[in-house]
């Protein structure tokens, strides 16, 4: 009866060890699998294009500049380093497709991970500095987003600026005397040696930024 009840005992130490290491591996399984699911899906430049995201095929170095914070403090190019950066040039006075491209930002913004959100930067250049301080500036960023940030500056440093990114934008007179802003719509993106590394086109979608952002992340030799 003693040798029974001792066998029983290591049968049920055994069945029970079974399923502990079963359901470990299970775990393992499973983790792996949730790691694999967060880790992002690297994509063919081809596949990029039609995502709407162009990656150069070199990134460009940018020239030195001096512009203005919405802080009231300079800007300059070296500040641009160590953090993935994705620029628009608007102006707050923009009735449209400045206004949806912010929220959209936020959109795309609020889709990435923590990890990923505190490496990465959205800045708003401003193609109207005769109306847009930095102080008005700094408000119309954040009702987007706290964490944007605005910069303005001297209208030639704006423009040497975007010519570099390849961002027109010019001057429109109106009809009541006031004036206008036509600018291009895309979005810059600036890799953390601070060079320009590529551009999201217009109409931004999200959920295709997400997937080509994270992947030019995942590329980047750094």
Known sequence: MGENS???????RGIILTVGVLVLFMVAVMAGFLNKMNQPRV??????????AIKL?????????????????????????????????????CPDVCPTTMA???NFYQTLDEETQKTTDVLLVSVDPTRDTPEQLHDYVRYF???FAGVTGEFLNLKRFANQLNVPFNK???????????HGSQVVLINPRGHYHGFFKA?????????????????FTG
């Open 6 to 12: 001792q066998h029983t005992a290591t049968q049920k």
């Open 43 to 52: 994509i063919s430049d081809a596949e990029l294009r039609l995502n709407g």
């Open 57 to 93: 095929e070199r990134p460009r170095i940018l020239d030195e500049f001096d512009l203005i914070a919405d802080t009231g403090n300079a800007f300059k190019t070296t500040q641009l380093e160590g953090r993935w950066t994705l620029v628009f040039f608007g102006f707050t006075h």
């Open 104 to 106: 959209t930002l936020n």
């Open 145 to 147: 987003n706290p964490e």
């Open 172 to 182: 429109v007179p109106l009809d009541d005397g006031n004036y206008t802003v036509d």
């Open 203 to 219: 109409p931004l979608d999200p959920a295709k930024m997400k997937l080509t952002y994270r992947s030019m992340r995942a590329t």
